[in-house]
C-alpha cells in the first residue's frame, strides 16, 4: 500500500487545458488537499494556437493551417499522464479525476496503469464500455445534448487540417447564446467568456478505442466514483446514467459509487466550491 497524502490529479475535457481546473486546484489547497492539473499533448503551454484563430481572425488561414493536435492521440495521453501518475505515486495514493472528453483519458489510463490509480472519478465524463467512443455520440440517451447545435463553432475541414479546430472567440450572439445553455446556464456571460477565452482551439481526432473502452482487467478493479451532473445539457443524464449502468454491469464486484452535483458541464470547474468539498471527501477515504 502506498503511504503518505493523496495527491488529485486532474484531466480537462475537450478543447480545453489545465487552466480549467484553476479554481478546483485553488479550493482543493485551501482544504489541504495536494492537486494538480494536467496538460494533455498538445494543449495548454505545449499548445500550437492557429495564427488565423490570433487578433482579428483570419477565416482563411483557419480553414487550412495543420492543426498542432496531428499525429497526437490516446497512446501519447496515456504515456504523458503515466509519467505524472508515477510521480505522484511516489508521494502516496493518487485520485486520478476527469470531466467530459477526459473520462476516455481516464479509460485508457485505468486499462493501461492500473497500478498508478487509486480512485477514479468521472465528473460528468465520457465511460465507453458496450461501444465505440462515437457510438454513444450518436446514442438515443445523447440526442438532447445541445452541442448537438454548435456545429458551427468547427471552422476547418478535420481531415484537412488534422485535427478539430473550434472557435471559442466567436462573437456571434446567438451561438454564445447556445454555449451558455449548453455549458453554464447556472453561470453568467461574463464567466462563460473568461473560460472559453483561456481555451485551445485545436483538438485531436485520433482516438484509439482499443485504448479508451473500459476493460474488466484492469481498467475494472480500480474503485470508481461517478459524479451526476443532472441539469448538464452538454452530456444529457440520460447518458451519464447509460455509462454508469453499463460499467457496473461489466464488473458487479466493483461498481461506481455515484454522486450528485447540481451544476452545469463547467460549472464544477467555474464555480469550484462544491467540486473541491466532494473530491476532499474521496481523497480522505484512499
Known sequence: MTTGDPTVVLVHGMGCNASSWNGVVRELALRGVRALAVDLPGHGAGARIPRGYLGSQDRTLLGSETSGMKGIGTP???AAMADVLRRAKEHGPVVLAG?????????AVG???PEL???????SAHCPVNADSGAYQIAPENADSLLHRTT???????????????NWRTDDPEMLDLLQEALLADGTRDELLAYLHVQDPDESILIDDSLAQA????????PRHYVRLPADRALPVALQDRYIAEADALTPGNTFTVHELDA??????VHPAPTADLLARISATV
Not at 99 to 107: K, P
Not at 152 to 166: E, K, M, S
Not at 216 to 222: D, F, L, Q, S, V
Not at 264 to 269: A, E, K, R, T
Open 117 to 123: 490509480v487509486d480512485r477514479l472519478v468521472y465528473i
Open 215 to 222: 476493460g474488466a482487467e484492469h481498467w475494472g478493479r480500480i
Open 264 to 269: 452545469s458541464h463547467i460549472g464544477v470547474q
Open 152 to 166: 458551427a463553432l468547427v471552422v476547418a475541414n478535420p481531415t484537412t487540417i488534422r485535427g478539430l479546430r473550434l
Open 99 to 107: 470531466v467530459s472528453r477526459g473520462g476516455l483519458t481516464l479509460n
Open 76 to 78: 501519447d495521453d496515456v
Open 111 to 113: 486499462n493501461s496503469h
